[in-house]
């Protein structure tokens, strides 16, 4: 099977058992293009198995598990919209009740996360600008961190365009540091990577090159203190790409971002200096301050 034909056999397992959340799956070739395929298919295979006709049970599983995500993301967005507010509004709360999760966090978002990179267009393209636009603007060498890991989709992507480069990831989620580990020893970059389950308020012994947060601002109830904390984390001439959530009611958002120029006044009253902006935005024909986008930011603390 090639990489298209096992696609196909990823779609005919959407189609059949959750028919309601295919679309996604079966608009992505065309969506996003050709170098797509030869992406998600390697990267799916790299954590779940090879795909073969019939599935494996654990890529069965997987898929699952994105319907959980999706199905949750749908149902909170539904309630953003009627209500126009986030439901949650306590970190604390939302950290006992799904980050230390283990049902949550392995049977829902960390699988569910991994899977949208490539099938959802906020993602999959946002990614493409970090790997195409954001990247060759970094040294080949030197120490990363990923301040909230996630399902270690960024730490990875960056490992595999700088041979030269080594990571620390930083999560309060064990599961997510887990999975993130799961990710690091499927694709061989063990030991140019180590994971750390660190509250990063208290500070770090040395300071990254290169600092990524990806979708962590609208989890937190005061983002503009956090983008301090990251300046801190970053040496004198350093960049960081920091991404945020706008309009998008997960059940785990807690600060409500209506519009990217939010996140660059939190950025630039921090002190770094933005030099690239991209945002990419959920299909649809909503109003923007109902429609998902994701923002991102390529910055650097001066000198």
């Not at 990571?167 to 990710?183: A, C």
């Not at 004198?236 to 006044?265: C, M, W, Y």
Request: aromatic share 12%; net charge negative; proline share 5%.
């Amino acid at each position: 099977m090639n990489n298209l034909q096992k696609w196909a056999a990823i779609c005919d397992e959407m189609q059949e058992n959750y028919p309601v959340l295919a679309t996604p799956f079966l608009a992505a070739e065309k969506r996003f293009g050709p170098r797509w395929v030869e992406e998600a298919v390697p990267a799916i295979e790299g954590m779940y198995g090879d795909i073969g006709s019939p599935l494996s049970g654990r890529l069965k599983d997987a898929l699952g598990c994105y319907a959980e995500f999706a199905n949750d993301s749908m149902r909170h967005q539904v309630m953003f919209e009627r209500s126009g507010k986030y439901r949650a509004s306590n970190y604390e709360e939302v950290r006992a009740a799904l980050y230390d999760n283990a049902d949550h966090m392995t049977q829902n978002y960390l699988p569910g996360l991994w899977f949208s990179h490539y099938v959802w267009p906020q993602h999959y393209f946002t990614l493409i600008g970090f790997t195409s636009c954001v990247l060759p603007r970094i040294e080949d060498e030197g120490v990363f961190f990923e301040v909230g890991v996630g399902c270690g989709m960024y730490s990875k992507i960056t490992l595999d365009n700088k041979p030269g480069i080594r990571g620390i990831g930083f999560d309060i989620s064990q599961h997510s540091l887990d999975y993130t580990g799961r990710v690091m020893k499927s694709f061989g970059y063990e030991s140019r990577y180590r994971l750390e389950n660190r509250d990063i308020r208290y500070g770090y012994d040395v300071k990254a090159d290169f600092l990524i947060c990806q979708e962590v601002l609208e989890h937190l109830e005061n983002p503009a203190e956090f983008c301090r904390w990251l300046f801190d984390m970053i040496r004198p001439g350093g960049q960081a790409f920091i991404t945020a959530a706008l309009n998008a009611g997960h059940s785990d958002h807690i600060f409500l971002i209506r519009h990217p120029v939010e996140v660059e006044k939190m950025l630039s009253d921090a002190g770094f200096q933005i030099s690239r902006i991209q945002e990419e935005s959920a299909p649809g024909s909503k109003p923007r301050n109902l429609t998902p986008s994701l923002a991102g930011f390529l910055c650097a603390k001066p000198l």
